[in-house]
């Protein structure tokens, strides 16, 4: 079956615009998670979302991140008000249940603030 | 702190050599040591999980291990195609805890 799939690919926007990636998870899944990849760093965790549960948002790095996940499925980030430090490679991963099981990774959203 | 480290940075192998990676991890309650390949560009692809201090997985050229404090990838006789960043990471509560990888290349 299919994988996780974002969307855009690539996104090139100016400093102070608002951006929105979208992740679609492998069906059935229903955990979803979002990282941030920068350059010559780790992943890093921003959110997850487990079924109809409240979402862990520990790891969202300012009060300009924001997510939701509409029907269990779809997911989309927002980026408000973006700044340069938030040019990163924005990834998805879905999983069977949460709680240890394997995540599966999407292609990533490759952000550039100019 | 939640922590995990990954040795060497950088690893450059003739084909055929075999080597070890390295994975140091200071997880709280840790309820999975996981492998991922990253070619450029891509998402990373998941290889391994580990589960018990002991366990040992296999596929193709490569062997995962883990001890109470590490986990090693062992890669016998690499490939030009082994060539990648190969991310080790802990599973603590709602998240992968990821080290910075170590970006291997085999030369034929």
């Known amino acids: 079956g299919a994988g996780v799939s974002q969307s855009p690919s690539n996104k090139v926007t100016e400093k102070g615009k608002d951006v929105e990636l979208r992740c679609d998870p492998i069906?059935?899944?229903?955990?979803l998670y979002w990282y941030r990849q920068s350059l010559g760093q780790g992943l890093e965790f921003l959110i997850y979302?487990?079924?109809?549960?409240?979402?862990?948002k520990s790891g969202l790095p300012s009060d300009r991140f924001s997510a939701e996940r509409t029907g269990g499925s779809v997911s989309t980030l927002t980026i408000q008000r973006t700044q340069q430090e938030d040019s990163a490679v924005y990834l998805c991963?879905?999983?069977?249940?949460?709680?240890?099981?394997?995540?599966?990774f999407g292609p990533g959203t490759r952000l550039l603030v100019l | 702190e939640d922590q995990v480290t990954q040795s060497p940075e950088a690893l450059r192998l003739q084909e055929g050599e075999s080597s070890s990676l390295n994975c140091s991890y200071t997880?709280?309650?840790?309820?999975?040591l996981f492998w991922y390949r990253q070619d450029p560009g891509k998402g990373p692809e998941f290889l391994f999980t580990?589960?018990?201090a002991g366990e040992e997985k296999e596929k193709e050229r490569l062997k995962a291990t883990l001890t109470k404090k590490e986990s090693f990838l062992h890669i016998t006789a690499p490939k030009p195609e082994d060539s990648a960043t190969y991310l080790c990471?802990?599973?603590?509560?709602?998240?992968?805890?990821f080290g910075t990888g170590t970006r291997l290349q085999v030369f034929p």
């Open positions: 580990l589960y018990s």
């Open positions: 991963a879905s999983s069977s249940m949460g709680g240890g099981e394997t995540q599966y």
């Open positions: 069906s059935g899944h229903t955990a």
């Open positions: 979302f487990q079924g109809n549960s409240a979402p862990d």
């Open positions: 990471a802990g599973y603590n509560t709602d998240k992968l805890i």
């Open positions: 997880v709280s309650g840790l309820r999975g």
